[in-house]
């Protein structure tokens, strides 16, 4: 079973709620990630827990706050965002971390709409 | 950071063979080279992995000359619901999978 699974998979929210996107792998995955991605752009890179740690926070606002609770779920927690931060987020996994050799597993992505 | 260059966009017929190169000058010594597939609103999909010469699976092959400074992905027969777009991408160490800007594939009938 190679199954990133998100949720949901498309959320409308207000720009003073807050809500949460979830991610969840059973493959043994130790490194879990937060992609956006806009339309007709690749996807970037937001955090990355590996072990369940926060190891990269590429530089993103504080209305986005990224939790790992267990080695299997990974939240990303939205607050007070802007109409600009509608995209698809992306969770993925990976056995180890990005290493050499490793393979990214990607989820269906979590359609996002603030208005 | 290793950076990639591929073709913005291709377009091509059924049943060819589609060959998308990237290039990666700066490539480290530990970067995989990997690809990915991505439909609209669906997430990537991997494709096939590769660090030299050349690898082969169920639905790619990948070749990788001996300076690694580039890659092609060869999509053999393609069909229509090969249209998508194709990123190719580094893993290495430092966790940091970066994308390119991809090559959108355009199969015609």
């Known amino acids: 079973d190679t199954e990133v699974t998100q949720t949901p998979k498309h959320l409308v929210m207000g720009m003073t709620n807050k809500k949460s996107l979830k991610c969840e792998q059973h493959m043994g995955h130790r490194a879990m990630y937060w992609y956006k991605q806009k339309a007709k752009k690749p996807p970037e890179l937001m955090f990355v827990?590996?072990?369940?740690?926060?190891?990269i926070n590429e530089s993103v606002p504080s209305r986005f706050s990224p939790e790992c609770p267990n080695s299997s779920l990974l939240n990303l927690h939205l607050h007070a965002l802007q109409p600009e931060d509608s995209a698809l987020y992306l969770c993925?996994?990976?056995?180890?971390?990005?290493?050499?050799?490793?393979?990214?597993?990607f989820g269906e992505g979590s359609w996002l709409t603030v208005v | 950071l290793a950076k990639t260059t591929q073709p913005i966009s291709m377009d091509s017929y059924e049943g060819q063979e589609v060959n998308i190169t990237c290039s990666h000058n700066n490539i480290a010594t530990n970067d995989y080279i990997t690809w990915y597939q991505q439909f609209p609103s669906q997430g990537p999909r991997f494709i096939i992995q590769g660090y030299k010469t050349k690898v082969t699976n169920e639905v790619a092959s990948l070749f990788i000359p001996a300076d690694r400074k580039s890659s092609t992905l060869s999509l053999p027969r393609v069909s229509l619901s090969d249209t998508a777009v194709y990123y190719c991408l580094f893993l290495n160490r430092d966790d940091k999978i970066i994308f390119g800007k991809g090559t959108r594939l355009h199969i015609l009938p």
């Open positions: 827990y590996s072990y369940e740690k926060l190891s």
């Open positions: 993925a996994s990976s056995p180890w971390g990005a290493s050499s050799g490793n393979t990214i597993y």
